[in-house]
Each structure stands twice: as C-alpha cells, then as structure tokens.
C-alpha cells in the first residue's frame, strides 16, 4: 500500500506517496507510534488543555540539505518556559508535520473523534480521509476527493489546485480545505460514521485574487473562521454558521494585512493559531521574520493588529502556543532555532522569555501533555 516506509524500534515513516493516486503532498509526512518507550506514553493518555504543567514538544524538521536527523524531542515546563532536550523521537527524512493523537499514542492530524486522519496534497491537489486503526496504522482511504476550479493570477503558484490544509470544525460536522491555487475555502460534509466528504452547498467560499490560502484557525466557538493567505500576507475573516445546516455557510466580515504598512520586501505568510483565550490571534510572517497579533472582537470575530514582534531568527514557518497558554514556541527554519515568548494573558503581547534552542531546519511542534 505504502510507496515509501522506514522501520525503527518502535515506529514506522510512512510518507503519504499512495501509489494508486500518486497522492504525495509535497511537505506531508506522519509518524505512527507501534511500540513507544515509556517517555512518549507517560501518563497514558494526552491531558485536557490547560490541566498540565510539563509537556513533551515534538520538533518536526527537514532533513533534506540539512544536519537534521529527523523528530527531536524536548521537554517543556509551562511554568517557567524551559526547554530540556531529550533526544530524537526518530530518525525519518523530512518529518514536516507532526501532530499528537488525542490518545497520546500516535503522531497524527486528526478528526475530533481521533479516528480519522486527514491529508491536505499540496502537488495532486486532492484531500483525503484515512481510518485510524487500533495499532495505529491506517486503513484504506474512505474519501478521496480532488479540488477543482479556476485558478488564480500569480502563474508560478496558482497554475493548478494545491490543497494546502483541511480540518473540521468544532462540531466535527464539516471540513475546511485552504486551496492555494484556487483562492478558496472549499466545504464538505464530514460523516464520521463513514469517514465519507460529501460537498456543501454553496460548495466553496472565494478569497481575494492572488491570495493565496494556506492554513485556517477555526474559533472554538464555532463562529469565526480566520484564513491566513500566504501570497498575499493577508488574513481573511469570515462568520461561520458551519454547524447550521440551514444557513450560510461562511460571510465575509473583513480582510487585514499581517505586515507593517511601510514593509515592502519580500514575506510569505506561513502560520496561524488562536491563544486558547478566544482573545488573541497569531500570524507568521517569512521574509519580515516576525509574529503579527491581533486582538479579537467578541460579538463581531474581526480583528485588529496589535503588534508585531521579531521571532529571533530568519524563516518562522511555523509557531505553536502551549496549550497552558502561557507561551509562543516559534520555529525559525533557517536559523536553525526555536524561540520561546511569554505571553500576556491580558493583552496577548509577546516577550522573549531569553529560552532559545539549537534544533537544525525546526518547521513544525507539536505538544504532549504529561501528569
């Protein structure tokens, strides 16, 4: 079934090359854990958000024209924001996108009820659902669906649908895709019976020409859908009634860039995530090298720049908040880096904590709650 794996201890790469639809994203790799060591399975399973301290961070990298060897793994303590190595998890090429299953067992994307993995790919412009079986491994895809449409302006990154995420909404009832070369949301359906997409109707919501989408940030609340647009640096906010069968499926409230007004280099906007507040959202910027904030209107889900802070290194393709909620862990790719930012319950502003560690290419970071 699988194109490429790799055989470890305790654990096997599989990298998302499904032969029969040649179903490769180009920056897509998983890892399912079979038989972990008791450090990756301390407490059983992952803890709700908030209720830990001391957290185990999976490092994704690329490994490709780098010193990488793979998954690095540290320990991170939310109440002084230290990062304690603690070896490499696995040695797999180009590990770029980890997740942790809600059982703690397994490195995966998910549906909310953990059974279904997700796939966005990037280069056939198709997503996909597969089901999680009890060893962790996946079974034959249940849904396979590829993006199509009218593209965008920009030739060299619009010339075809590129699906660059999917996930589901808070009520697992439907799933988001961000196509890059389309400039659209696309909607389905989720069955979580069947692990089947069907598409909603209206089937897609249009963004701006030359936008460019690459990941959503989707309000706990369900209301708000926040879509960070790469090409064009800009995040677009829509209301969402997604778990309202009968209404419409996404308004747009508002468009507002992720730059300063005076920059005018070269960025490509690359990650986006709510503090678990509600209060505050985060925005990556590659080429300005910085995190862009904004605070949240309640009754309106619009936003308003906040501020921009230097992530201490060049490239932060990615960034994640500790589920505490205390502190940013940003990723500097070419720098070879990861920076550790306090955070401001209160206003959501960011301040180096002083915390930063040598990881070599870091693109991604995932959280592991520990007892």
Known sequence: MW?????????????????????????????????????????????????????????????????????????????????????????????????????????LSFDKTGKYLFVANYSSGTVAVFPILADGRLGEHTALVKDQGATGPNKERQEAPHAHWIGVTPGNLFAFVADLGLDEVLMY?????????????????TLEAGAGPRHIAIHSNGRFVYVLNELKSTVTV??????????????????????????????DAAEIALHPSGKFLY????????????????????????AHV??????????????SGKYLLAENQLSNSVVVFKIDRATGRLTPSGEVVEVPSPVNIAFLPQE
Not at 285 to 292: F, V
Not at 310 to 323: L, N, Q, S, W, Y
Request: net charge positive.
């Open 3 to 107: 194109g490429t794996m790799f055989r470890a201890p305790f654990l096997f790469r599989a990298a998302l090359h499904y032969s029969p639809m040649k179903m490769m994203r180009r920056i897509f790799a998983i890892l399912l854990l079979i038989a972990p060591p008791a450090y990756l399975l301390a407490g059983g399973s992952a803890a709700k958000p908030g209720a830990a301290s001391k957290y185990l961070v999976f490092v994704g990298t690329y490994t490709a024209k780098t010193e990488s060897k793979g998954i690095y793994t540290y320990e991170f303590d939310a109440n002084s924001g230290k990062l304690a190595p603690k070896g490499i998890a696995a040695e797999t090429p180009d590990p770029s996108w980890v997740a942790v299953h809600p059982s703690g067992k397994y490195d």
């Open 189 to 205: 359906r989720f069955d979580a019976n069947k692990g089947s997409l069907v598409p909603h109707e209206p089937a897609f919501a």
């Open 238 to 267: 829509f209301s969402s009634a997604a778990e309202k069968k009968n209404q419409p499926y996404l308004v747009l409230k508002q468009q507002i860039s992720a730059l300063p007004k005076n920059f005018s280099g070269r960025n």
């Open 283 to 306: 925005a990556s910027n590659r080429g300005h090298d910085s995190i862009a904030i904004f605070s949240i209107d309640p009754a309106m889900g619009t936003l308003t720049l906040a």
């Open 310 to 323: 230097p992530t201490g290194g060049k490239e932060p393709r990615h960034f994640a908040i500790d589920p």
